[in-house]
């Protein structure tokens, strides 16, 4: 046997007992979750069990522990599915999402949660909303906005009629793709289905690759990839998770015009959310009609240094011309110089509510 045979033979004897180390550890972290259950339904029969900010910290934690070879986010990701697990032995977490099933924002929500939670496919973003305020789900995932085609106006108009917090974020990586079933004629395609904002997210790409095919809007990128299966002349743009549910074959992949095409999604739920230590806070103010008014309602922030992410300007429920403003910023309510500026700007404001404080999305 030579030398380079006894090395393998050694070094797979070594990852079996790597092996065995991991499986016991494991199991001895999802007995110490059991545990943590136990103590906190002692303590309180309706005891929150799910803890966004507690997650963020283990996870960032465990990114700035990580030395390699594996990547930080990709180590985290294995984390992530660790605690999902562990957290299902304690209260399997009921988490509802825009559907249908095959979604981006289906995989947003196990990105977020972890493939141990059970996610429920709501026809539209207000019954996602109506599901955790009735206490049905533990959570809702929804679309906030697209790095290509800008915000999502439904979502921020149900937070207008809703008393539903912001929990959490997650960032999601948009990779579309052109799909057919194995009955399409490819030298054929003369439809494309797809939902209207991922067309938008692919114009310039179906422009030069499929000028002449009819671009066919519907509900989802899951009801596209759904519709192809019954057709021989269509094909339709969808992500791996619908293509992998209805078993679609890939005629091209990433067709998204921008390579850094990414929609952000909010984590809704019932409960505020303490601090993490790298939090944001989302707040929607109404302001009077009158002259200076974006002003007033920004200069808190500049004074104080606070870092605004994000500012949309939606049309108000209460009166013709007049608007409410959607604000994301860095930080936290409970922090002593947010709440210095939240104060101020309630005292400008003809109505300020805080969304919700929670932490910056992690993966």
Same mark, same amino acid.
Request: charged share 25%; net charge negative.
């Given at each position: ?13 070594? =990852?079996?007992?790597? *092996? ?5 550890? =494991? ?12 103590? %906190? ?29 594996? *990547? ?7 984390? &992530? ?12 977490? $009921? ?33 996602? #909303? ?34 539903? %917090? ?19 004629? &490819?030298? %054929? ?25 009819? +671009? ?9 990839? %759904? ?27 990433? =067709?998204?015009? &921008? ?41 808190? #922030?500049? &004074?104080?240094?606070? *870092?605004?992410? +994000? ?18 910023? $860095?930080?936290?309510? *409970?922090?002593? +110089? ?7 700007? +309630? ?12 932490? =910056?999305?992690?993966?």
């Amino acid at each position: 046997m030579s030398d380079t045979s006894i090395n393998l033979d050694e070094l797979r004897q070594r =990852i079996d007992q790597l *092996d065995s180390d991991i499986l016991n550890l =494991i199991s001895e972290r999802a007995n110490c979750a059991q545990q943590v259950a136990h103590v %906190k339904l002692a303590e309180d029969k309706d005891a929150v069990f799910y803890r966004p900010e507690r997650e963020a910290q283990v996870l960032r934690r465990i990114m700035a522990l990580n030395k390699g070879p594996l *990547d930080s986010e990709e180590m985290a990701r294995l984390f &992530r599915e660790i605690m999902s697990a562990c957290l299902a032995l304690e209260q399997p977490i $009921k988490v509802a999402y825009l559907g249908p099933e095959g979604t981006f924002t289906q995989q947003a929500a196990l990105k977020h949660f972890g493939e141990s939670a059970v996610s429920l496919p709501m026809a539209a973003i207000d019954e996602v #909303f109506r599901e955790v305020e009735a206490g049905a789900v533990h959570y809702g995932v929804v679309p906030v906005e697209n790095s290509t085609e800008g915000v999502v106006n439904h979502t921020l108009d149900t937070f207008m009629d809703s008393s539903i %917090k912001i929990c959490g974020e997650v960032v999601l990586r948009i990779h579309h793709h052109l799909l057919v079933s194995e009955t399409t004629r &490819r030298d %054929k395609v003369s439809r494309i289905y797809s939902h209207p904002q991922s067309f938008g997210q692919c114009r310039k790409w179906l422009d030069a690759h499929y000028p002449h095919a009819e +671009r066919v809007p519907v509900s989802s990128n899951a009801e596209a990839a %759904k519709l192809v299966k019954t057709e021989w002349h269509s094909a339709a743009i969808a992500g791996d998770m619908a293509a992998k549910l209805y078993g679609l074959e890939h005629i091209a992949e990433k =067709i998204e015009d &921008r390579p850094d095409n990414s929609t952000r999604f909010l984590i809704i739920g019932n409960q505020d959310v303490p601090m993490a230590g790298e939090d944001k806070t989302s707040i929607v103010v109404a302001m009077r009609n009158q002259p200076g008014t974006l002003h007033a309602l920004l200069e808190p #922030f500049h &004074r104080h240094q606070i *870092d605004l992410t +994000r500012l949309e300007t939606r049309p108000s429920r209460t009166g013709v011309w007049n608007y409410v403003f959607f604000i994301d910023f $860095k930080g936290h309510r *409970d922090e002593p +110089r947010v709440a210095a500026v939240l104060e101020e700007v +309630r005292l400008r404001a003809a109505d300020l509510r805080v969304l919700g404080s929670y932490p =910056i999305g992690v993966l």
